[in-house]
């Protein structure tokens, strides 16, 4: 995890919890490091707009997106030409083995 990414993190905690000022301030430092001019106050829609499009350019081929997708119900607009099952593929399988330690676990649904 970078500096970048937690700076992301609490710009989008911030917006979700209606403090804007405090999600733009974390917002801007991860654009100004970057070189991209800072933006300027904006609606909660707007904000989190931005938010995930810095997600988008911060952590391009880090393997963080279908997480970061999955968290903000997205993924299927997004996945669904690739094979992304609803219900299914916002989850991981169970281990076979964990299952058969454990009686009181029940597999993840679809799998």
Known sequence: MRYAE???????AANEL??????????NRVRIRAGIKAMDLAGPAVLRDSIRLEY???LEFEGHRF?????????????????????????????????DRNPALDQNPGW
């Open 56 to 58: 988008r350019r911060e």
């Open 18 to 27: 209606g403090d804007g000022s405090k999600a733009l301030a974390s917002l």
């Open 6 to 12: 937690l700076l992301l993190l609490h710009a989008e």
């Open 67 to 99: 997480f970061h997708l999955v968290r903000w119900g997205t993924i299927p607009k997004a996945m669904i030409d690739r094979g992304f099952t609803i219900g299914k593929h916002e989850l991981y399988p169970i281990a076979q083995d964990e299952i």
